[in-house]
């Protein structure tokens, strides 16, 4: 089952932009590219550095560190594609955007 937690506006999150927001201890990153979202782990696969803050092209995401490219659709690495990162479900519900975690 998966639960949406709310976690800002939908103004928040400006155009080819990131956020950084937490949700059940887990490091989240959201993007909004042209109007549509996208939630993703919030760290890179190849040295942890943190990916909201990386350059938004197209649908991926460039890590400011040291440049690998993560699709913000699947979350795979385009870089190196024996990497990824989680993805998670995000809507957004009378301007408030809300990401969705898996619940046991």
């Not at 989240?28 to 803050?53: Q, R, W």
């Not at 385009?78 to 990497?83: K, L, M, R, S």
């Not at 990162?85 to 408030?96: C, H, M, Q, R, Y």
């Amino acid at each position: 089952m998966i639960e949406f937690y709310p976690v800002c506006k939908f103004t928040d999150i400006g155009f080819a932009e990131g956020k950084a927001v937490e949700i059940e201890g887990k490091r989240i990153a959201i993007f909004n590219v042209f109007g549509k979202l996208y939630a993703i782990e919030n760290v890179c696969p190849h040295m942890s550095a943190t990916l909201h803050d990386g350059t938004v092209e197209g649908r991926s995401v460039i890590c400011r560190l040291h440049f690998w490219e993560i699709s913000l659709t699947d979350g795979k690495c385009i870089t190196d594609p024996a990497y990824c990162v989680a993805t998670f479900p995000v809507k957004v519900e009378k301007g408030i955007v809300k990401v969705g975690i898996e619940k046991s």
